[in-house]
């Protein structure tokens, strides 16, 4: 009989999230019906999103409360080691929604993707890259941002999974890029390493509101928010004419219990100014498309996908927290052990 390790949400947080929120468990797992398939996991993705969804009484269109003493949802990638569905074989590898454990059962219904692993491509790189945090960024960015050639486009948590791959592509279509961050260390990093203009620690220097009037004298064109609360907010006053907002994550408001309001809507008026709100998922019929685009970029040297990968089942929790807390660059992923 095979037996699971699950990570589990053992009580709900309260503020900043700790390891102490999860427990480990260790399940026999039940014979498939049906319609089923096992699933080996071999690499978990972190994703700051699903944080939200941990919360008591977290509900809305999308997904639902996490339950305690389940185990956490998440997007893995790997490989179907005995089916009974016909459209998906043994021997498949796969990407979809399941969960933090090293076996899982599905059966086809959420988000599940087969892929190819013999054509060169890193497996960590189809939960980045090509993975939701590529599709984020690349839909985000080309559908909402609509950049054009010389808009200055500014990132918000610009060296994390998401926005370190967002200031690249804005690169490649020929934009001016700012990313916001938390560090000295991780400013340097996102110009030396990704390629961006300029870099802004907001919690150092003067206010946030001046290093962007310093980077962006003619204002904002695009600005992809992936922190949303105050930054935000400070960063509606610095828009441009006919500028664009795409509101892809609120990374500031997961951790509390008190979500601050947004007080320069008027902005949005008065430089007639578009804000979005948007989920890869709402492009799934585009994903080859998109797929092919960005594997190009990448072969091309244009795009690169920072990684951090902690290893094992046992680290997944502190490396979630860790995420989290800012202490992470890149996109952070977890390696399961053979």
Same mark, same amino acid.
């Given at each position: %009989?095979?037996?699971?390790?699950?990570?589990?949400?053992?009580? /709900?947080?309260?503020?900043?999230?700790?390891?102490?929120?999860?427990? %480990?468990?260790?399940?026999?797992?039940?014979?498939?019906?049906?319609?089923?398939?096992?699933?080996? $996991?071999?690499?978990?993705?972190?994703?700051?999103?699903?944080?939200?969804?941990?919360?008591?009484?977290?509900?809305?269109?999308?997904?639902?409360? %996490?339950?305690?003493?389940?185990?956490?949802? *998440?997007?893995?990638?790997?490989?179907?080691?005995?089916?009974?569905?016909?459209?998906?074989?043994?021997?498949?590898?796969?990407?979809? !929604?399941? =969960? #933090?454990?090293?076996?899982?059962?599905?059966?086809?219904?959420?988000?599940?993707?087969?892929?190819?692993?013999?054509?060169?491509?890193?497996?960590?790189?189809?939960?980045?890259?090509?993975?939701?945090?590529?599709?984020?960024?690349?839909?985000?960015?080309?559908?909402?941002?609509?950049?054009?050639?010389?808009?200055?486009?500014? &990132?918000?948590?610009?060296?994390?999974?998401?926005?370190?791959?967002?200031?690249?592509?804005?690169?490649?279509?020929?934009?001016?890029?700012?990313?916001?961050?938390?560090?000295?260390?991780?400013?340097? #990093?996102?110009?030396?390493?990704?390629?961006?203009?300029? =870099?802004?620690?907001?919690?150092?220097?003067?206010?946030?509101?001046?290093?962007? /009037?310093?980077?962006?004298?003619?204002?904002?064109?695009?600005?992809?928010? $992936?922190?949303?609360?105050?930054?935000?907010? &400070?960063?509606?006053?610095?828009?441009?004419? $006919?500028?664009?907002? &795409?509101?892809?994550?609120?990374?500031?408001?997961?951790?509390?219990?008190?979500?601050?309001?947004? !007080?320069?809507? #008027?902005?949005?008026?008065?430089? /007639?100014? /578009?804000?979005?709100?948007? %989920?890869?998922?709402?492009?799934?019929?585009?994903?080859?498309?998109?797929?092919?685009?960005?594997?190009? #970029?990448?072969?091309?040297?244009?795009?690169?996908?920072?990684? $951090?990968?902690?290893?094992?089942?046992?680290?997944?929790?502190?490396?979630?927290?860790?995420?989290?807390?800012?202490? *992470? !660059?890149?996109?952070?992923?977890?390696?399961?052990?053979?």
């Amino acid at each position: %009989m095979i037996k699971a390790q699950q990570v589990v949400l053992s009580s /709900r947080p309260h503020g900043p999230m700790t390891p102490q929120n999860f427990s %480990m468990l260790e399940i026999p797992l039940p014979d498939l019906k049906a319609g089923e398939f096992l699933i080996r $996991n071999k690499i978990l993705s972190l994703d700051a999103g699903f944080r939200q969804w941990m919360n008591a009484g977290a509900s809305d269109n999308y997904l639902p409360e %996490m339950p305690l003493m389940a185990p956490v949802q *998440s997007i893995v990638l790997g490989e179907i080691v005995e089916s009974l569905h016909p459209a998906y074989p043994t021997g498949s590898h796969i990407v979809g !929604r399941t =969960a #933090w454990e090293t076996y899982s059962i599905a059966d086809g219904s959420d988000l599940m993707t087969i892929v190819d692993l013999s054509n060169g491509i890193a497996p960590e790189q189809y939960l980045s890259a090509l993975g939701p945090s590529g599709m984020t960024a690349y839909f985000g960015l080309l559908k909402i941002g609509l950049p054009r050639p010389g808009d200055t486009v500014v &990132v918000s948590a610009a060296a994390g999974g998401v926005g370190s791959l967002v200031g690249q592509l804005a690169k490649i279509q020929g934009c001016r890029t700012v990313g916001i961050s938390s560090s000295e260390e991780k400013c340097r #990093w996102l110009i030396s390493e990704l390629g961006y203009d300029i =870099a802004v620690n907001y919690r150092k220097g003067p206010p946030l509101a001046q290093q962007l /009037r310093d980077a962006a004298p003619d204002g904002i064109n695009i600005y992809f928010d $992936n922190v949303g609360g105050e930054m935000l907010d &400070v960063a509606l006053t610095q828009l441009a004419m $006919n500028s664009r907002v &795409v509101l892809c994550g609120a990374i500031s408001q997961y951790e509390s219990d008190e979500h601050s309001g947004i !007080r320069n809507m #008027w902005e949005l008026i008065t430089k /007639r100014a /578009r804000a979005e709100g948007f %989920m890869f998922s709402d492009y799934i019929d585009e994903y080859d498309e998109a797929s092919m685009q960005l594997a190009q #970029w990448i072969a091309a040297g244009q795009l690169k996908a920072p990684l $951090n990968l902690s290893h094992g089942i046992g680290s997944t929790a502190k490396a979630f927290c860790d995420m989290l807390s800012g202490d *992470s !660059r890149g996109k952070c992923l977890v390696v399961l052990e053979a």
